[in-house]
């Protein structure tokens, strides 16, 4: 009985946040085409290699969700221009290259290779003045033109490495 139940529950939470998910893509309105869906992030990129913080403005909304947040960064669109700020001091020649794009709906899937020299200090790394290449998947959720939320897994443990804040393992 117990194990009905919890497949009952399941279900029952299953079907609430696909729901959720019509809902919030329902008060978002038609999606953006995917020529416009593309143009619209990658002004976000463009943002980390012109260094021009303020571009986020076109971009994100004022309430934009980042998952995860950088270490000591503030929420919002205002707590990413303050993160921008640190990765210019630590990578001044930082350049993201899109590599593919993918549109479903609302959403936006990018596959990015990051490149940049660690010139100053990055997190609680000193500055090596080594190059790195990572790659980086984000997903950008868009709402009424702006993008309201974004998901996203660096490679930086590769990037420690190339850094030198780690050691390689030797065979």
Request: aromatic fraction near 8%; proline fraction near 5%; charged fraction near 20%.
């Amino acid at each position: 009985m117990k194990t009905k139940l919890l497949h009952i529950a399941s279900v029952a939470l299953a079907s609430a946040l696909v729901v959720g998910q019509a809902n919030a893509a329902a008060a978002c309105g038609k999606p953006l085409p995917a020529v416009k869906a593309i143009a619209l992030v990658k002004n976000f990129y463009a943002a980390f290699s012109s260094k021009n913080k303020d571009q986020l403005d076109l971009v994100l909304a004022k309430d934009w969700v980042d998952v995860p947040m950088a270490p000591g960064q503030q929420p919002g669109r205002d707590g990413m221009k303050g993160a921008l700020d640190h990765y210019y001091t630590s990578f001044p020649d930082i350049n993201i290259t899109n590599e593919d794009f993918i549109v479903q709906g609302n959403k936006v899937v990018v596959r990015s290779t990051i490149r940049a020299t660690q010139q100053g200090n990055f997190v609680s790394i000193p500055a090596s003045n080594k190059a790195i290449q990572i790659m980086a998947i984000d997903v950008h959720e868009i709402c009424n033109g702006k993008v309201v939320q974004t998901w996203h897994v660096e490679d930086w443990l590769s990037g420690m490495f190339e850094m030198g804040a780690l050691p390689l393992k030797k065979n």
